[in-house]
């Protein structure tokens, strides 16, 4: 583990250990600066007991908050996400990553923030916060992921 000088570290690292689930809330969690309890209550669990979420409802949160999202855009390496990004990686996981600064927040992880990942990234979702204007990249031509995509 490489961690990042302290100046560069942008959001607080939250990890979801010992769970197995909830990584899409603690995203979030960190991204926002939003309690945990605050965001899986925004969320819509049914009678699932584990929270697992899909790109819909982390969108759906993010909007709710007043986050700007641009579309869901295919990544076939680290170097093809932009900005700040909730990132789906193989293993049906999310993870929050600074491309501006090379750091990965995996809450999946004990320890992080990290300057090196061995995820796979997948597909991304860039965002902005609600206090900055700058609009977002939408979605790449024939970026076509489902909807309720991964349930992590």
């Known amino acids: 583990m490489t961690q990042p000088a302290a100046d560069r570290v942008r959001f607080q690292f939250v ?5 197995d689930d909830g990584c899409g809330v603690f995203v979030l969690q960190m991204l926002t600066g939003k309690p945990y309890d ?3 209550g925004m969320i819509d669990w049914g009678a ?4 697992y979420t899909t790109w ?4 759906g949160v993010l909007t709710e908050l007043g986050w700007q999202t641009g579309g869901l855009r295919k990544a076939e390496s680290w170097g093809d996400v932009c ?3 909730v990132v789906h990686v193989e293993g049906d996981h999310f993870i929050l ?3 501006d600064n090379g750091i990965f927040y995996d809450p999946g992880q004990p ?3 990290d300057l090196h990942s061995r995820l796979v990234p997948l597909n991304y979702l860039a965002v902005q916060s609600p206090e900055n204007g700058v609009q977002v990249p939408g979605p790449e031509p024939g970026i076509h992921a489902r ?3 991964p349930r992590r």
């Open 147 to 149: 909807p309720d995509g």
């Open 111 to 113: 320890d992080g923030p």
């Open 15 to 19: 990890t979801q250990c010992p769970r």
């Open 38 to 40: 605050q965001i899986a």
């Open 97 to 99: 990553y600074d491309a």
């Open 48 to 51: 699932q007991t584990n929270h």
């Open 83 to 85: 900005g700040v990004a």
């Open 56 to 59: 819909t409802e982390l969108r």
